[in-house]
């Protein structure tokens, strides 16, 4: 269990940092994120589906520049917690309360993180002005290391409600099954929102449309 744990958290944290500070290879999706994280935790299929849920509010968010945004890779590491060993609906719309409710407390610390950047860059303002190599070395550093502990103090607080959740669910089996129902009805909402507006007009929108088409016949075809 706590192997399980530590392997959860210094997951939550990498994806944390992949989403804008280091790497960005797309692990901080949150299909990726919750799948990986769900086969720490034993279920690679249960984190799989709160991802793929997941991963269609985050369609309709662009995480670039100044931009505000819930950090829903670290959310689908709670909510594949969540959803491990639970079956079907049971788990999947709980978890998914779950991850939305973390990603906005990582956008929180987003903000915080830039308000502390900012900070930073001001007090050493004239040498960084200057060029001076060392202290810009060490107020990069400065910045990885606050995104590391801003994403591994999120994935804990995300896990510590993923247990408090599977230990006392808060809805009965019948509300858990309509709260799956309605979250993904939203998250198609929010992703054919995001798709579209994404894709613009033209040519990237006529694939889309495609895309979508497709895969609705191999769902209801398989």
């Given at each position: 269990?706590?192997?399980?744990?530590?392997?959860?958290?210094?997951?939550?944290?990498?994806?944390?940092?992949?989403?804008?500070?280091?790497?960005?290879?797309?692990?901080?999706?949150?299909?990726?994120?919750?799948?990986?994280?769900?086969?720490?935790?034993?279920?690679?299929?249960?984190?799989?589906?709160?991802?793929?849920?997941?991963?269609?509010?985050?369609?309709?968010?662009?995480?670039?520049?100044?931009?505000?945004?819930?950090?829903?890779?670290?959310?689908?590491?709670?909510?594949?917690?969540?959803?491990?060993?639970?079956?079907?609906?049971?788990?999947?719309?709980?978890?998914?309360?779950?991850?939305?409710?973390?990603?906005y407390l990582g956008e929180l610390g987003i903000r915080?993180?830039?308000?502390?950047?900012?900070?930073?860059?001001?007090?050493?303002?004239?040498?960084?002005?200057?060029?001076?190599?060392?202290?810009?070395?060490?107020?990069?550093?400065?910045?990885?290391?606050?995104?590391?502990?801003?994403?591994?103090?999120?994935?804990?607080?995300?896990?510590?409600?993923?247990?408090?959740?599977?230990?006392?669910?808060p809805v009965t089996v019948q509300g858990a099954v309509?709260?799956?129902?309605?979250?993904?009805?939203?998250?198609?909402?929010?992703?054919?929102?995001?798709?579209?507006?994404?894709?613009?007009?033209?040519?990237?929108?006529?694939?889309?449309?495609?895309?979508?088409?497709?895969?609705?016949?191999?769902?209801?075809?398989?």
């Amino acid at each position: 269990m706590i192997e399980t744990l530590a392997w959860l958290l210094l997951w939550g944290t990498v994806v944390g940092l992949d989403l804008v500070s280091v790497g960005q290879v797309m692990i901080a999706r949150p299909l990726v994120a919750g799948t990986v994280a769900g086969a720490i935790a034993g279920d690679p299929v249960g984190g799989a589906t709160v991802g793929a849920v997941l991963e269609l509010f985050a369609l309709d968010v662009l995480p670039v520049g100044a931009a505000r945004y819930p950090d829903y890779g670290l959310g689908a590491v709670a909510a594949a917690a969540t959803a491990a060993g639970a079956p079907g609906a049971l788990g999947t719309g709980i978890g998914v309360c779950v991850g939305l409710a973390v990603a906005y407390l990582g956008e929180l610390g987003i903000r915080a993180v830039r308000g502390l950047n900012t900070a930073d860059v001001r007090y050493r303002r004239e040498a960084l002005d200057a060029g001076d190599a060392a202290v810009v070395r060490a107020t990069q550093m400065r910045g990885l290391l606050r995104d590391a502990l801003r994403s591994a103090v999120v994935t804990v607080l995300g896990l510590a409600i993923a247990a408090l959740v599977y230990r006392w669910p808060p809805v009965t089996v019948q509300g858990a099954v309509l709260v799956t129902i309605v979250l993904i009805g939203a998250a198609l909402g929010a992703g054919a929102t995001g798709g579209m507006r994404l894709s613009g007009r033209g040519l990237h929108l006529r694939w889309f449309v495609l895309g979508v088409a497709a895969g609705v016949v191999w769902v209801v075809v398989t």
